[in-house]
Structures are given as C-alpha cells and as structure tokens.
C-alpha cells in the first residue's frame, strides 16, 4: 500500500470512530437526564463590573555596583536591576 491509499484508511477509519462511538454534543444532550445532570453541575462565571486591575512597580533600574572605584582605581561597574510588578484588584462594591 503507498502512503496516500494508508493516509485515506486513517481519515476513513477515524471519522467512523467519531461518527459511530462519538457521545452526546456538547451542551445538548439527547437524554434529559444527562442534560439535567450537567445542568446540576455547571459553573457559572459572572464578571463583576466593579472591579478592575491596578499594576504597580515593573521595570529597572541601574545601581553602581562598586562605590568605591575612584579607590581601586578600576572602571565603575554597574548592575541593572529588575523592580517587582505588584497586580492589586480594586472592588467598587457602590455601583
């Protein structure tokens, strides 16, 4: 068998597969008892609209690494540091 003809068998095979022992499609079932059961259980996510994200810090800064280099004689080195990003949520529970 060349790889075209073995390539055909496999979409054939697997489009039985999933027409034939495919369960029910998602969210509709055809037992409404499966369906009252997935209602039972479903979780509901409600945006608050009060709500909103603060971002504080980020970025760098670049300190001297060696102070005292006008005493050693050697070049100033510097290091850059990364600063800490803070997310902080703000509540409006007024409106």
């Keep these: 068998m060349n790889i075209r003809k073995k390539k055909i068998i496999a979409i054939l095979l697997l489009f039985c597969y999933s027409v034939l022992i495919g369960q029910n499609s998602y969210p509709n079932f055809s037992d409404p008892n499966k369906q009252l059961e997935f209602v039972k259980k479903r979780i509901y996510i409600i ?8 971002t504080r810090g980020g ?24 600063n800490p990003v803070r997310l902080q949520m703000i509540w409006d529970i007024s409106g």
């Design 47 to 54: 945006e608050d609209k009060g709500s909103y994200p603060v």
């Design 59 to 82: 970025g760098s800064t670049t300190k001297l690494a060696n102070p005292l280099y006008f005493f050693t004689g050697h070049e100033p080195q510097y290091v850059e540091k990364q």
